[in-house]
């Protein structure tokens, strides 16, 4: 069974940080992307960033890009997205997602599972 479980994810104050983690289950890690999309009310799944399994490129949304980093760690299965000078805008639900590749992003069409969520809420 494929299982994207997030976790880290809280209230903070603007220009605070969090740490989003993604633990993976039932696939071959290094044959996916991993990535992050976010749905704030109202609006459509945003994908913010991906980091790829087979080579490790990354992408990132223009709205994170200098504040949040993807990184991986291959051994445990997991993908982790630090989020630093956080804004009110980026207060949403993070999904983390499993593809084939960054290349559908910002756009979902790729993504072959999702997790959860989980809510981040940054007051200003």
């Known amino acids: 069974e494929v299982q994207l479980v997030e976790s880290g994810g809280g209230l903070v104050q603007a220009g605070g940080s969090l740490r989003l983690s993604c633990a993976t289950s039932g696939f071959t890690f290094d044959d996916y992307a991993i990535g992050w999309f976010r749905q704030a009310p109202g609006n459509e799944h945003e994908g913010v960033s991906c980091?790829?399994?087979?080579?490790?490129?990354?992408y990132y949304a223009d709205s994170v890009k200098g504040r949040f980093t993807i990184s991986s760690d291959n051994a445990k299965n997991t993908v982790y997205l630090q989020m630093n000078s956080l804004k009110p805008e980026d207060t949403a639900v993070y999904y983390c997602?499993?593809?084939?590749?960054?290349?559908?992003?910002?756009?979902?069409?790729?993504?072959?599972?999702w997790g959860k969520g989980t809510l981040v809420t940054v007051s200003s």
């Open positions: 980091i790829s399994g087979s080579d490790g490129s990354t």
């Open positions: 997602a499993a593809s084939l590749g960054c290349s559908g992003y910002p756009l979902s069409y790729g993504v072959d599972y």
